[in-house]
T-cell receptor, first 114, second 112 residues
């Protein structure tokens, strides 16, 4: 079972460059999420998509855009990368369990912006 | 937004020891979840709790949903080297469409 697949695993960008992080899930989940993780901090929600065709801002959306291409795929785009966006990015999907949502995470993308 | 305080920030223990960590919030949650992150990987769900006072086990792990609904606890018994990693708590509110608020994590190191 692949679960949640993220590409690339590592990326180095120069300030001002753009790139797209790809994410796909094969669990037929409706909801998908993008988080960033910085040292000593928890996971902060960037954007989420409750279902195909919908996207909403999370806690730290500035500097990012997302596209829910279909039910399986949810991409995160940095239009003009900044050093403050150096982080580890995680994509997740969820099934709606009793009383809440259990998240399934990809293995992450380590992004460095120079 | 809601904030979760997770403690301790890090722990260094001997193999075989028991571990306790907790998470507190200034406001209530409807669901508490505990995740573990291995180095270089994404977090994996360990335990989910849905009712105040609920006590749930998963092997050597036991978690509790505090009766005030503002805290949760995770215990690991008889630690082993593969318990190493970062443990995150997360809280959810039904009114927030089930989206999770994460604590900053507890980094666990187990010395053989």
């Amino acid at each position: 079972n692949a679960g949640v697949t993220q590409t690339p695993k590592f990326q180095v960008l120069k300030t001002g460059q753009s790139m797209t992080l790809q994410c796909a899930q094969d669990m037929n989940h409706n909801s998908m999420y993008w988080y960033r993780q910085d040292p000593g901090m928890g996971l902060r929600l960037i954007y989420y998509s409750a279902s195909e065709g919908t996207t909403d801002k999370g806690e730290v959306p500035n500097g990012y855009n997302v596209s829910r291409l279909n039910k399986r795929e949810f991409s995160l785009r940095l239009e003009s990368a900044a050093p403050s966006q150096t982080s580890v990015y995680f994509c997740a999907s969820s099934e709606l369990g009793t009383g809440g949502e259990k998240l399934f995470f990809g293995s992450g993308t380590q992004l460095s912006v120079l | 937004g809601q904030q979760l305080n997770q403690s301790p920030q890090s722990m260094f223990i001997q193999e075989g020891e028991d571990v306790s960590m907790n998470c507190t919030s200034s406001s209530i949650f409807n669901t508490w979840l505990w995740y573990k992150q291995d180095p270089g990987e994404g977090p994996v769900l360990l335990i989910a709790l849905y009712k105040a006072g609920e006590l749930t086990s998963n092997g050597r792990l036991t978690a509790q949903f505090g009766i005030t609904r503002k805290d949760s606890f995770l215990n690991i018994s008889a630690s082993i080297p593969s318990d190493v990693g970062i443990y995150f708590c997360a809280g959810q509110l039904r009114t927030n469409a089930g989206k999770s608020t994460f604590g900053d994590g507890t980094t666990l190191t187990v010395k053989p």
